[in-house]
């Protein structure tokens, strides 16, 4: 029987987020469902390339100690988990869960995975496809690609929650899908039904970032003060069969809900606020009121959606070479000037060596490194050079730091505090794939 | 003294891959009615170009007293990956606020 209303936590917001605030919704808001989102745009092709090292790897590196902490809570409290902590292998993640559940304990613990949006041989097979970014064709990249994972909608969600299983892992899911596959299978609503789908997504968009609309990456002492921020609590939503949506959060948890903190989070990453595509439909948002509804509740309304497009979108890992980088500091009377001759020094060893970088960047951390450099600006006490080089060329990359280093007996005065290091580059493009190419499916991992 | 952005709104970016897009939410009504005249995509540009080749668009969202800017053409590293230290560009909020409006505050 359909419900009335649902109540949904959101318990992280990227891979690596804190968890204690979770454990608090899962305890105290009264929450049916708690959602873990837990894929920034690289996180799959970098997990792809750990699974490469070690097939039983390749999700969440955090998955086991969270899992240990927040399962047990949810168990105690009938609390069901959506969770894309499977990143490039919910399989295994799924099996690390139920695992965990036993040890904890937990009986007849049962995983819902949601499969399909691995979609690497797919890409792989249709060279011609165009990349959005460029325009190539997916042919130049194809002996790169770590990983093509497409974008699942609620719809996948809900066929994995229809099992009754206690947990739900995926891999790619869209971030608001996460939250609306509950919405779809309590509330009864037809996976058509755009009249409620907009104020879904809007839920699912303010609340998929967790701590970013109670009051994270908000704080600015003085202007814009949170209280507590080192107690900040994470968002719940409670959602109406009727489309009626309100954001709040634990009474004791630090941070606030308020018509600020959701207005930042509603924009947070939208390019055309008219058309905010998801695979499940195309949101609206100029309609949309916040409308402070209590203490930390904030009522969101007018939401609209549009009928979804014909395609998934789909993210494509490669590696595209190394960046390089050696950074050190200088402080005291005339710090800015040291650090300037020595980054010019470490730019005209490179050349005399023959070393040539795609891009060389070097920069001074305290003036330049964030916004370039502007005139107007007051010279700091102290500075960091950091350079940092991209190329094709392991070796290469690694030489910049060396160079880096030397400016200790070969530099200017008083150069402390060297670091050094060397990252392979996952570039990422996007492709989009017609929906009846992709084919999803649920399969069932039971107690261990 | 000059008003700038921070005196009106408060920002927040995101990463849009090869673009970044600042919202810029006004306080009040006055706020918003004076960002949408004074702050244009040419005034934002122009605080860019040391960073980005542009184009910048403007959306408005007069219900929430808000406006979204998205900068297309981040410099630095290519399409899809930088060499920058702020590589989701998140930091560019805080420019936003730094930009000097037109007329003088008023005292």
Not at chain 1, 268 to 292: F, K, N, Q, W
Not at chain 1, 368 to 375: I, K, M
Not at chain 2, 56 to 80: C, M, Q, S, W
Request: some cysteine; hydrophobic content about 40%.
């Amino acid at each position: 029987m359909a419900k009335s209303s649902v109540r949904i936590g959101a318990g992280a917001g990227f891979a690596g987020d804190r968890w204690e605030p979770a454990i608090e919704l899962i305890e105290r808001a009264g929450i049916d469902y708690i959602v873990f989102e837990c894929l920034a745009e690289r996180t799959i092709a970098r997990e792809t390339l750990t699974r490469r090292q070690n097939p039983s790897a390749g999700y969440n590196p955090r998955l086991e100690n969270r899992m240990a902490e927040v399962l047990p809570a949810c168990a105690r409290h009938g609390v069901r988990l959506v969770t894309s902590q499977g990143a490039a292998n919910p399989l295994g993640a799924a099996r690390k869960t139920c695992e965990i559940a036993s040890a904890a304990g937990i009986q007849d613990l049962r995983c819902a995975v949601l499969l399909g949006d691995d979609v690497t041989e797919l890409v792989s097979a249709q060279p011609d496809l165009r990349l959005l970014e460029t325009g190539d064709p997916v042919e130049s990249i194809v002996p790169r690609i770590a990983a093509a994972n497409a974008y699942l909608g609620a719809d996948g969600v809900r066929d994995a929650l229809t099992t009754g299983a206690q947990v739900v892992m995926t891999g790619r899911v869209a971030d608001p899908s996460l939250f609306i596959g509950p919405m779809l299978h309590e509330l009864g609503w037809s996976y058509d039904n755009y009249g409620v789908l907009g104020q879904a997504s809007a839920a699912g968009h303010l609340l998929e970032c967790a701590g970013q609309v109670t009051g994270g990456y908000f704080a600015d002492p003085g202007v814009k003060d949170v209280r507590a921020l080192a107690r900040l609590g994470f968002p719940f939503a409670e959602i109406g069969a009727d489309g009626t949506v309100v954001i709040g959060k634990v009474e004791e948890a630090g941070g606030r809900v308020d018509v600020q903190t959701c207005t930042e989070q509603l924009i947070y990453e939208v390019h055309d606020p008219t058309a905010y595509v998801t695979p499940d439909c195309v949101l609206d948002m100029t309609g949309i009121s916040l409308r402070a509804s209590g203490r930390d509740r904030v009522a969101i309304e007018g939401a609209v959606a549009r009928p979804r497009t014909p395609t998934y979108k789909v993210s494509i890992g490669y590696l595209d070479g190394y960046l390089g980088e050696g950074q050190l500091s200088y402080g005291g009377p005339n710090a800015v000037a040291r650090a300037r001759l020595a980054g010019e020094v470490v730019r005209e060893r490179l050349k005399q060596r023959g070393l040539h970088y795609d891009e060389l960047r070097v920069e001074l951390i305290g003036i330049d490194s964030l916004h370039g450099s502007a005139d107007n600006r007051p010279e700091p006490y102290e500075v960091r050079l950091r350079v940092v080089g991209r190329t094709p060329n392991r070796r290469a990359a690694e030489e910049i730091g060396w160079e880096v280093e030397t400016l200790y007996t070969n530099g200017p005065s008083g150069g402390a505090g060297d670091l050094r290091q060397v990252r392979e580059v996952l570039a990422v493009q996007s492709v989009l794939l017609p929906r009846e190419l992709v084919k999803t499916r649920v399969e069932m991992v039971g107690p261990l | 003294m000059k008003l700038t952005v921070r005196d009106l709104a408060h920002c927040r970016a995101g990463d849009k891959g090869h673009a970044v897009n600042i919202s810029v939410i006004a306080y009040d009504s006055a706020g918003y009615d004076r960002l949408a005249r004074e702050l244009t995509e040419e005034r934002v540009m122009a605080a860019f170009t040391a960073l980005a080749d542009g184009p910048v668009t403007r959306y408005d969202l007069p219900k929430v007293k808000a406006f979204n800017f998205v900068i297309e053409h981040l410099r630095g590293g290519g399409v899809t990956a930088t060499a920058a230290l702020d590589i989701h560009g998140k930091s560019l909020s805080s420019l936003m606020l730094t930009i000097a409006l037109p007329g003088n505050e008023p005292s």
